[in-house]
Structures are given as structure tokens and as C-alpha cells.
């Protein structure tokens, strides 16, 4: 099978798919694809710019923008990995976490809310921001993964997700913050 490697999210600058493009580039695999999923919101100027790349670095049969995707589930899973490649942090990526929670590797920008979501190594991988070289080498390293370190990543991926970030455990962590706050503003009131 062709390794597939998916970047979803809006097409923007910032999002990071120049920087994909260049990585795949670097990458110099002919048997991987790659699909930038995601809509232009009438940025169809930066979409002709990352066609005109795409052509540029001869891959047009390796990387494919389709647009919009209904069923983000089956595109999750039909995925080796899944890159979030921001040059600018994001609050809360939910990309990753919703690859992880699929139990997919994932590929991010090591900034912002990656840091907290991946752990480097055990559910994915961060790589230097705005680095094509760095984003390379970790798709590398991704897609040479074994069946076995695949299925580990993968069950450390979505037992991340579940401990960390489903609502239940958001609300654990939330409450648990309150009452420190509260406890710590109870005890200046006292002194």
C-alpha cells in the first residue's frame, strides 16, 4: 500500500502547507501521497501559489488538494499521518488531537498547543516551525515506523487523548483549578 499523508485544516499561510510542500520536496519519496484537505475560503490566490509549488517541485502526482472533506473520520483513518504544520502557535489544534484520537501519528509544529498535545516520541512528533528539513526528517522517521511501533503509538496516542482530552477530563482539570484559585483567594482574604 502507498503510505498517505494528510493535512487538514483551512488554506492559509499560516497553516503551514508551503512548508509541507517544501518538506515532501526534501522528502524525495515518489510512492507517498499526500492530501491538503481543506477548503480556500476565497483565498484563491494562495491556493493557484500552492499549485504553482506543487508543479515547481514536480509533484503533482504525489500531493492533491481535493477541498473539503465530509467524512473527517475516514479521511483520519485512510491516513499513515497526519501533519499540522502552523508557522504560527495555535490555542488548541484540534487537528492533533482529533488524529491521535483515531489513533494516528501525528506531525506538528513544536509550538503552542502541541506541546501539551504530543508527546514527542510516544503519540507524534514536533519539528523545529517553519523548518521543511525538520518536518522531513520527522515524516521520515513517521513512515518508517514497524507494524508493531505503529500499533504502540497509536494505543499511547489515543490513551493520551482519553486522559487528557475528552470533556469529562477537561472538567476534572477545570474544577480542580477552581478550587485551587479559590482556596489560595480564601486564604488572602483571611490574612
Known amino acids: 500500500p502507498i503510505p498517505v499523508i494528510m493535512m487538514p485544516g483551512r488554506l492559509a499561510r499560516w497553516k503551514g502547507q508551503k512548508i509541507l510542500i ?8 515518489r510512492d507517498v501521497r ?9 483565498r484563491h490566490r494562495y491556493r493557484r501559489e500552492l499549485e504553482e509549488l506543487i508543479k515547481k517541485r514536480d509533484l503533482a502526482d504525489v500531493i492533491y488538494l481535493p477541498g473539503h472533506c465530509r467524512d473527517m473520520p475516514a479521511a483520519y483513518m485512510l491516513s499513515d499521518v497526519v501533519v499540522s504544520a502552523s508557522t ?23 509550538h503552542g498547543a502541541s506541546r501539551e498535545t504530543i508527546i514527542h516520541g510516544k503519540t507524534g512528533w514536533t519539528f523545529r516551525p517553519g523548518d521543511p528539513d ?12 514497524t507494524s508493531g511501533e505503529r500499533e504502540r503509538l497509536a494505543y499511547g496516542a489515543i490513551s493520551h487523548v482519553r486522559h487528557r482530552f475528552t470533556v469529562e477530563s477537561m472538567r476534572i482539570r ?10 489560595q483567594t480564601t486564604l488572602v482574604d483571611r490574612g
Open 134 to 145: 525538520a518536518l522531513a526528517d520527522a515524516l521520515r522517521h513517521s513512515l518508517a515506523l
Open 34 to 42: 499526500c492530501l491538503i484537505i481543506g477548503e480556500d475560503q476565497g
Open 22 to 29: 517544501e518538506a515532501l520536496a526534501r522528502l524525495g519519496r
Open 88 to 110: 504560527e502557535p495555535e490555542a488548541f489544534g484540534r487537528v492533533v488531537v482529533e488524529a491521535q484520537a483515531m489513533g494516528r501519528p501525528v506531525v506538528a509544529s513544536d
Open 174 to 183: 477545570t474544577m480542580a483549578a477552581y478550587r485551587e484559585v479559590l482556596a
